[in-house]
Nanobody, 126 residues
Framework: QVQLVESGGGLVQAGGSLRLSCAASGRAYSNYAMGWFRQAPGKEREFVSAISWNGGSTYYADSVKGRFTISRDNAKNTVYLQMNILKPEDTAVYYC???????????????????WGQGTQVTVSS
């Protein structure tokens, strides 16, 4: 069992930056692929970014490519999402998710993920 706790959300002006963190419990964390998703009010949950268990492969939604960077520190059981040049359309609840590994790699499909955090709110004002 893995528990995920996100932090780092908040209110920021357009053009600003935030770094989200997702702390995981559980010994097998380093074997898990990790992902970030977001859900805005009235919209479906959408893929943002994902990273392989060793950080060697990363994936991004087109809407955040070049602005967001995913990374992980397996020694700290933490995955990060650095968000730069934030836009009002980035406003959403951001969720961290994990896929049991090590065979299963990262995915852009929410259905592939086994564990989810509770989410952290990101609000970008114009």
């Amino acid at each position: 069992q893995v528990q995920l706790v996100e932090s780092g959300g908040g209110l920021v002006q357009a053009g600003g930056s935030l770094r989200l963190s997702c702390a995981a419990s559980g010994r097998a964390y380093s074997n898990y692929a990790m992902g970030w998703f977001r859900q805005a009010p009235g919209k479906e949950r959408e893929f943002v970014s994902a990273i392989s268990w060793n950080g060697g492969s990363t994936y991004y939604a087109d809407s955040v490519k070049g602005r967001f960077t995913i990374s992980r520190d397996n020694a700290k059981n933490t995955v990060y999402l650095q968000m730069n040049i934030l836009k009002p359309e980035d406003t959403a609840v951001y969720y961290c998710a994990a896929i049991r590994g090590p065979i299963r790699g990262p995915s852009s499909s929410a259905a592939a993920y086994d564990y989810w955090g509770q989410g952290t709110q990101v609000t970008v004002s114009s």
